[in-house]
């Protein structure tokens, strides 16, 4: 990995981008007071994160549009862990939603003993490792990536942020969860993503009418979250992320 010294620093063995984590947003993560209602969504970067900070905001609204008609994806949904959350996260009401790529064993201790609940979204790690390679041509705070074969390699062996896929995939696949944890893959989202709306409300114990698993369904697509731009990250500085090198919300599929 090039430049890691400038852009990364070291968390339990992991690589996280400066730009977004600070020794003191991980202290704040580390003794983070989880509370039952709590939502966690966790992903591997690449796999579905975004479309979740969507997805589960409206289905929290009853599908009202207003959260991501108003507010920044990583306002509605934060990032635990990453500084932004620091700030934002007293502005929640519950169920607080929240995302994350951080593996199980690193959760905050009061998460093992709380009852919030879990979404774990998987995505077939050849268009991960894709969408990953693209993603650091366009963001500044990640090193160039090379050739994509340069990148294959670094991925394979675990040397991007958040490590391992497949560590990251069997971390989770933890029994202890019961049925606080919900899978589900980005492929069947692609698939019948009013129906993965459906599952994830009746996870959460949320009853959508008919007309609203349409709505929430309609504002998640993949064209209608390109053309939002508090979803888009078109409204971040080009110099940290640069949409015309290739969009955040590239290709989706
Ligand atoms: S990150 O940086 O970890 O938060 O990235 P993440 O949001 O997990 O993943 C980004 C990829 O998810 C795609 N995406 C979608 N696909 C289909 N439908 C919808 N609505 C959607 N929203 C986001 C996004 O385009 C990235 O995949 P690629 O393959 O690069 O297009």
């Given at each position: 990995?090039?430049?890691?010294?400038?852009?990364?620093?070291?968390?339990?063995?992991?690589?996280?981008?400066?730009?977004?984590?600070?020794?003191?947003?991980?202290?704040?993560?580390?003794?983070?007071?989880?509370?039952?209602?709590?939502?966690?969504?966790?992903?591997?970067?690449?796999?579905?994160?975004?479309?979740?900070?969507?997805?589960?905001?409206?289905?929290?609204?009853?599908?009202?549009?207003?959260?991501?008609?108003?507010?920044?994806?990583?306002?509605?949904?934060?990032?635990?862990?990453?500084?932004?959350?620091?700030?934002?996260?007293?502005?929640?009401?519950?169920?607080?939603?929240?995302?994350?790529?951080?593996?199980?064993?690193?959760?905050?201790?009061?998460?093992?003993s709380s009852k919030a609940k879990v979404i774990y979204i998987t995505r077939n790690p050849k268009d991960v490792v894709v969408s990953y390679y693209y993603f650091h041509k366009m963001a500044s705070y990640l090193h160039n990536p090379g050739t994509?074969?340069?990148?294959?390699?670094?991925?394979?062996?675990?040397?991007?942020?958040f490590g391992k896929w497949t560590d990251h995939v069997k971390s989770w696949k933890n029994p202890d969860l019961g049925d606080r944890i919900l899978y589900m893959t980005y492929e069947e989202m692609i698939q019948d993503l009013r129906g993965a709306?459906?599952?994830?409300?009746?996870?959460?114990?949320?009853?959508?009418?008919?007309?609203?698993?349409?709505?929430?369904?309609?504002?998640?697509?993949?064209?209608?979250?390109?053309?939002?731009?508090?979803?888009?990250?078109?409204?971040?500085?080009?110099?940290?992320?640069?949409?015309?090198?290739?969009?955040?919300?590239?290709?989706?599929?």
């Amino acid at each position: 990995m090039m430049d890691q010294g400038n852009l990364y620093m070291f968390y339990h063995g992991f690589c996280l981008p400066k730009l977004a984590y600070t020794v003191a947003s991980l202290k704040h993560f580390e003794s983070f007071q989880v509370q039952d209602d709590d939502i966690f969504v966790i992903t591997y970067p690449k796999s579905g994160t975004t479309w979740m900070q969507e997805i589960l905001p409206l289905i929290l609204s009853g599908g009202d549009l207003t959260p991501v008609l108003t507010l920044e994806c990583y306002e509605r949904a934060p990032w635990l862990g990453a500084v932004h959350a620091t700030k934002v996260v007293g502005k929640l009401s519950a169920p607080r939603p929240f995302v994350s790529h951080m593996p199980y064993h690193l959760m905050p201790s009061t998460f093992f003993s709380s009852k919030a609940k879990v979404i774990y979204i998987t995505r077939n790690p050849k268009d991960v490792v894709v969408s990953y390679y693209y993603f650091h041509k366009m963001a500044s705070y990640l090193h160039n990536p090379g050739t994509f074969e340069e990148f294959t390699d670094s991925f394979l062996a675990g040397n991007v942020m958040f490590g391992k896929w497949t560590d990251h995939v069997k971390s989770w696949k933890n029994p202890d969860l019961g049925d606080r944890i919900l899978y589900m893959t980005y492929e069947e989202m692609i698939q019948d993503l009013r129906g993965a709306v459906e599952r994830i409300s009746c996870f959460l114990d949320r009853q959508l009418s008919e007309e609203a698993l349409k709505r929430v369904a309609e504002q998640c697509q993949f064209k209608t979250m390109k053309q939002n731009n508090k979803s888009n990250y078109s409204l971040v500085a080009p110099k940290i992320m640069d949409n015309s090198v290739s969009p955040f919300l590239r290709k989706g599929r």
